[in-house]
């Protein structure tokens, strides 16, 4: 409890500090999805029931920072989230490498979803040109922005996580 707790915490931090700085800067296409890393650490390295609830809660509170339709944005975390959990047993992390590159895969993935959440909730894919002209730098700065959030959280993980004896 403790581990998602500080989880949620180092979340809502960074995508504040996030909110706050890009009034400051105009790249469009820096916008890394700090939500990724964390519901795919969870899904790979916890439970399920505390991978959805990190789903959940980054995904409400990305729809509150967001102008996106309602719902779309946890629908893409909580698919992501069966994604990845239907995955897991593929997927093998052995370093914090292998995180990144999941983490930019799983940004192409929910940015395509988005894509047809839009088309399939509005019919309007106007917007679409905009997303999938930005859909590979946004993969990739959420693959670099996921290294050092994953170096914090295994070091979350050795201090505060629960200690299993086998």
Request: with cysteine; charged share 15%; glycine share 6%.
């Amino acid at each position: 409890m403790l581990k998602l707790g500080l989880s949620i915490g180092f979340f809502f931090i960074i995508t504040a500090t996030q909110t706050v700085f890009i009034n400051y800067f105009s790249f469009e296409f820096l916008k890394a999805d700090f939500g990724i890393p964390f519901i795919v650490y969870h899904i790979f390295f916890g439970t399920l029931d505390s991978a959805f609830v990190v789903a959940l809660i980054i995904g409400f509170l990305q729809e509150g920072f967001s102008t996106a339709s309602s719902g779309t944005l946890v629908f893409s975390k909580i698919s992501l989230l069966l994604f990845c959990f239907l995955m897991r047993h593929k997927f093998y992390i052995e370093s914090q490498y292998t995180f990144a590159a999941l983490c930019g895969a799983s940004e192409f993935f929910e940015s395509l979803l988005v894509i047809g959440l839009s088309l399939f909730t509005k019919a309007d894919i106007s917007n679409a040109v905009n997303v999938m002209f930005y859909v590979f730098p946004n993969s990739v700065f959420t693959a670099t922005f996921s290294l050092p959030i994953y170096s914090i959280l295994v070091k979350f993980e050795h201090k505060y996580g629960e200690k299993k004896w086998d």
